[in-house]
């Protein structure tokens, strides 16, 4: 699923959609490329295990079902970390940036679940009341990371009612992890969003930093770096 991308008003400044078709330079595209490919892997690994969970159930094979949704539980966690990971790296990277790139509140049509929409709702009020980039840039980066916080959180909760094999709340928990899975799928697309206008607002010397603190190794750099040593020992 791409980024749900509303009609937000026209702008002097550059704008979320500019940074978003724009293309990055170089090491910045590559580590861009890099840890969108890492979250994505991570994402469609949960994907297929919950569409497993919700097959075996449909086809009353219950015991088997509760198996498969505790690992769906294990891979949820897995990429809602990353994804925190990441707004916690930005929060502290960010001081390096020179000016601060547009970003949208998040919108409550693109949830389906109370605590995104509580969060989208919140956000879009404090965006209106918050002066300048920089504070509505970190704003955003804080509620995202809370909302995959609490998302994981309601997404191990109704797994664990599912594991126990009890009657009471299971269909409701059932309901529930497809609705969180849907919204966890916008918070993914708000950070790949996220990412490459911070990427684009980073200073290349900063760069590096970055991507260590992401693990996310820099190839090119790598290449220039065994070049130059090559020239100065001929």
Same mark, same amino acid.
């Given at each position: 699923?791409?980024?749900?991308?509303? =009609?937000?008003?026209?702008?002097?400044?550059?704008?979320?959609?500019?940074?978003? *078709?724009?293309?990055?330079?170089?090491?910045?595209?590559?580590?861009?490329?890099?840890?969108? !490919?890492?979250?994505?892997?991570?994402?469609?690994?949960?994907? /297929?295990?919950?569409?497993?969970?919700?097959?075996?159930?449909? %086809?009353?094979?219950?015991?088997? =079902? %509760?198996?498969?949704?505790?690992?769906?539980?294990?891979?949820?966690?897995?990429?809602?970390?990353?994804?925190?990971?990441?707004?916690?790296? /930005?929060?502290?990277?960010?001081?390096?940036?020179?000016? +601060? $790139?547009?970003?949208?509140?998040?919108?409550?049509? +693109? @949830?389906?679940?109370? *605590?995104?929409?509580?969060? =989208?709702?919140?956000?879009?009020?404090?965006?209106? /009341?918050?002066?300048?980039?920089?504070?509505?840039?970190? &704003?955003? *980066?804080?509620?995202?990371?809370?909302?995959?916080?609490?998302? #994981?959180?309601?997404?191990?909760?109704?797994?664990?009612?599912?594991?126990?094999?009890?009657?009471?709340?299971?269909?409701?928990?059932?309901?529930?992890?497809?609705? *969180?899975?849907?919204?966890? &799928?916008?918070?993914?697309?708000? &950070?790949?969003?996220?990412?490459?206008? @911070?990427? %684009?607002?980073?200073?290349?010397? #900063?760069?590096?930093?970055?991507?260590?603190?992401?693990?996310? $190794?820099? =190839?090119? !750099?790598? /290449?220039?770096?065994?070049?130059? @040593?090559?020239?100065?020992?001929?």
């Amino acid at each position: 699923m791409g980024y749900r991308m509303g =009609a937000w008003g026209s702008s002097t400044r550059r704008s979320v959609s500019d940074d978003w *078709i724009s293309a990055l330079p170089g090491d910045k595209s590559q580590t861009f490329d890099l840890l969108v !490919a890492s979250w994505e892997s991570v994402y469609a690994m949960m994907s /297929v295990s919950l569409d497993d969970s919700l097959s075996l159930k449909a %086809r009353g094979e219950l015991v088997c =079902a %509760r198996q498969q949704v505790t690992v769906t539980a294990e891979l949820f966690e897995r990429v809602s970390s990353l994804l925190v990971s990441f707004c916690d790296v /930005v929060e502290r990277h960010s001081r390096h940036l020179h000016s +601060f $790139p547009s970003v949208h509140p998040l919108n409550i049509d +693109f @949830f389906r679940g109370d *605590i995104g929409q509580h969060a =989208a709702s919140w956000n879009s009020i404090l965006h209106r /009341v918050l002066f300048g980039d920089r504070s509505r840039f970190h &704003n955003k *980066i804080r509620i995202l990371s809370e909302t995959l916080r609490r998302l #994981n959180l309601e997404f191990h909760k109704a797994t664990l009612t599912i594991s126990s094999g009890s009657p009471m709340h299971r269909a409701e928990s059932w309901k529930a992890l497809d609705c *969180i899975h849907y919204d966890l &799928n916008t918070c993914l697309r708000e &950070n790949e969003v996220l990412l490459k206008s @911070f990427l %684009r607002a980073l200073p290349a010397q #900063n760069l590096g930093a970055f991507a260590l603190d992401m693990g996310v $190794p820099l =190839a090119t !750099a790598a /290449v220039r770096t065994q070049a130059w @040593f090559s020239g100065a020992s001929a």
